[in-house]
């Protein structure tokens, strides 16, 4: 799969482009085109989309629900990343994203949270809301982030979720409430703008679909 991105930093587009019978796994809320005759195979209510280049190859456009940049993740086997569900957009079908792997089991607890764990070889497509800032931690450096600002980060970072504040409203499945405390050495990815704050905010102001 080979990645050509538009439009960006602000209306990011990704162009998944295939080889013959190639395969990629997309968010559906995210396809905007595909080239004539690529199947687009959808099960099931929150599943994802497995599309499947013909005889001759194919493109899939993609673009974020929000308005943002988009970064490219390679995967080279050796080490995987933790993806904000909402930030993934599509990734080669080599490519794994195992909500129960040891990392997620370690951090929520053995429960479903709002990170899946990407791993094996190829490439995963993320979107932020906003801008996208790159974190590089040296060892033994630290800082502390946002869950609502988080993209993704390297397994090789540490890490630990909290609340914030100790008695506020929290929640894993979404991470409402939470804040990372990272470690290095590693790389986290973030953004400028937080979903869960649009919609708070949205909320606040009286904006609903009705409008």
Not at 68 to 73: A, I, R, T
Not at 158 to 169: F, K, N, V
Not at 179 to 192: E, R
Request: aromatic share 6%; glycine share 12%.
């Amino acid at each position: 799969m080979q990645v050509r991105t538009r439009h960006t930093p602000n209306f990011g587009v990704a162009r998944l482009v295939l080889a013959p019978g190639e395969m990629v796994l997309a968010d559906p809320q995210t396809l905007m085109a595909t080239s004539y005759g690529l199947a687009v195979d959808v099960k099931g209510a929150g599943a994802v989309a497995l599309c499947t280049a013909g005889a001759e190859g194919g493109w899939i456009d993609t673009a974020p629900v929000l308005p943002g940049d988009l970064h490219l993740v390679e995967l080279d086997g050796a080490h995987g990343w933790c993806v904000s569900r909402i930030s993934w957009i599509a990734s080669s079908s080599t490519v794994a994203m195992n909500p129960d792997a040891p990392p997620l089991k370690a951090l929520f607890g053995g429960a479903e949270g709002f990170l899946n764990y990407a791993h094996g070889q190829g490439s995963v497509v993320l979107a932020c809301y906003g801008a996208l800032d790159l974190v590089t931690l040296e060892a033994g450096e630290a800082v502390t982030i946002g869950s609502d600002h988080v993209v993704a980060f390297a397994d090789t970072v540490q890490c630990r979720l909290r609340a914030l504040p100790p008695d506020g409203a929290q929640s894993i499945h979404s991470g409402e409430g939470l804040v990372f405390d990272f470690a290095g050495p590693g790389a986290v990815l973030t953004q400028t703008r937080g979903p869960r704050r649009l919609t708070t905010w949205l909320r606040a102001n009286g904006v609903s679909s009705r409008s």
